[in-house]
């Protein structure tokens, strides 16, 4: 039994259950290393929040969450989705990876949308999804909406000062 450690989170397997079979058949794993099926995070051994996979290539995370009927994804709250997806982030930067993303795949959706924030996409899509990750570095996403405010306001000697700040983070990040 493997476990990893992304401090405060320990994250650990739990068993497979039989309705997440066409879910693995329609994952994409070309662009990932690895992958970790029916994951549990526990905080305090208090399980938190489960991801049905995890993939990482050398800098990235992608956390899914799968549903196997429309009904059982109406069923989740915005509320839940935004949390699971901080947790997500959460235990991405803890482990190290400088981007991560979460998505949700629904059997039986008609078609692509958004909830609580996050990309929900249809069962049959999965096949051909491209990740598109976002920053663990909370200061860099604090940058980057600072400098879409300022270039609405004209002010363009402020965001290329905030460049240059994400810059320097960046580069200290690596």
Same mark, same amino acid.
């Given at each position: 039994?493997?476990? %990893?450690?992304?401090?405060?989170? =320990?994250?650990?397997?739990?068993? #497979?259950?039989? #309705?997440?079979?066409?879910?693995? +058949? ?8 690895? =992958? ?25 995370? !992608? $956390?899914?969450?799968? &549903? ?30 400088? *981007?991560? *993303? $979460?998505?949700?795949? =629904?059997?039986? %959706? ?10 929900? !996409?249809?069962?049959?899509? +999965? ?8 920053? #663990?570095? #909370? ?6 909406? +600072? ?11 402020? =965001?290329?000062?905030?460049? &240059? ?10």
């Amino acid at each position: 039994m493997i476990e %990893l450690r992304s401090d405060p989170y =320990v994250l650990k397997p739990r068993p #497979t259950p039989a #309705t997440e079979t066409d879910f693995r +058949l329609h994952l994409n794993i070309n662009w990932c290393r690895g =992958v970790l099926f029916n994951v549990v995070a526990e905080r305090n051994s208090i399980a938190i929040v489960e991801y049905d996979a995890i993939l990482w290539s050398e800098d990235s995370a !992608m $956390f899914v969450e799968y &549903k196997d009927s429309v009904a059982a994804y109406k069923n989740l709250s915005s509320r839940r989705i935004q949390q699971m997806d901080s947790f997500a982030k959460n235990i991405a930067r803890g482990l190290g990876y400088r *981007t991560y *993303t $979460f998505v949700i795949v =629904v059997k039986g %959706l008609e078609e692509q949308t958004n909830k609580g924030g996050v990309e929900v !996409m249809p069962l049959y899509l +999965l096949g051909n999804y491209e990740p598109s990750f976002v920053s #663990t570095v #909370t200061e860099i996403d604090y940058l980057e909406k +600072l400098s879409a405010r300022f270039s609405r306001e004209g002010k363009e000697d402020v =965001v290329k000062e905030l460049d &240059k700040l994400k810059k320097i983070i960046e580069m200290e990040l690596s």
